[in-house]
């Protein structure tokens, strides 16, 4: 059983460029939130901070942290490595604080079936149609037409792993998606009712996969 004292668990997934780092960003502005630093090999964008948005590694320091059991969860996406070490979580939920997960499916999946005795919400992010994600794409990774190619590609299969998670929401105006997803962490920490119909969002993705 979590305890009542302890952070919750809340990870966001989506298909790249649905939105998801950038909801993590503007949840962590909430009370007592605290965003999840992830391991990539991947190179950084022209935006990201080392340290703040990713640990930037090499893949020999990465297989290293996954023989030393460092990980909580790891996966391979797009070619690279992605991984949260375990300690800096751990700490941060006993000590009251909530942790922000921006992960894919894979690594969903592993701390879901991790069942650790702390409480866990997962939110899966879609965009409200291909032709929005691919301008959201083609704009965040503007020199690279390969890289929108791929992930536009990768769409239809990361699609199908919406049935996992808890809540699924589309980012068509991000503050009213923002407000629905702290809406819904808030309902769901204080037992609250919940706003949710699983039923507009299977339509959602039906109409995003045909
Ligand atoms: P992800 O982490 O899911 O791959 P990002 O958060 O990087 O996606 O968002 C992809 C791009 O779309 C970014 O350039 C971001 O600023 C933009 N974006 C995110 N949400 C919205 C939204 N609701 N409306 C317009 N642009 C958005
Ligand atoms: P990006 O390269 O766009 O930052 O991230 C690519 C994908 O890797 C996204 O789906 C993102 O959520 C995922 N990702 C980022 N960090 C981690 C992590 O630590 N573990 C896992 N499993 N996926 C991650």
């Known amino acids: 059983m979590p305890s009542e004292t302890d952070g919750v ?103 879901k079936n991790k069942n650790l005795d702390y409480k866990l919400i997962t939110f899966f992010i879609l965009p409200p149609s291909k032709k929005v994600l691919f301008d959201r794409l083609s704009n965040r990774d503007m020199k690279d037409k390969l890289i929108v190619d791929e992930r536009m590609k990768q769409f239809d299969r990361d699609v199908l792993h919406w049935i996992n998670y808890d809540y699924v929401v589309i980012n068509d105006d991000l503050q009213k998606c923002y407000k629905k997803i702290s809406n819904l962490i808030n309902a769901e920490v204080s037992n609250g009712s919940k706003d949710y119909d699983k039923e507009f969002i299977r339509n959602h993705v039906e109409k995003l996969i045909s």
Do not use: C
């Open 9 to 111: 668990m809340i990870v966001l997934s989506s298909p790249s460029g649905a939105g998801k780092t950038t909801l993590v960003k503007m949840l962590s502005n909430m009370d007592n939130f605290d965003v999840s630093i992830s391991h990539t090999t991947r190179q950084p964008r022209l935006n990201e901070i080392s340290n703040k948005d990713y640990y930037f590694v090499g893949e020999d320091q990465f297989r290293r942290l996954i023989k030393n059991e460092e990980f909580l969860e790891y996966a391979k996406v797009y070619n690279n490595f992605y991984g949260t070490t375990r300690t800096p979580v751990i700490d941060k939920l006993n000590k009251g604080k909530n942790v922000l997960f921006d992960i894919d499916w894979q690594g969903a999946d592993q701390i």
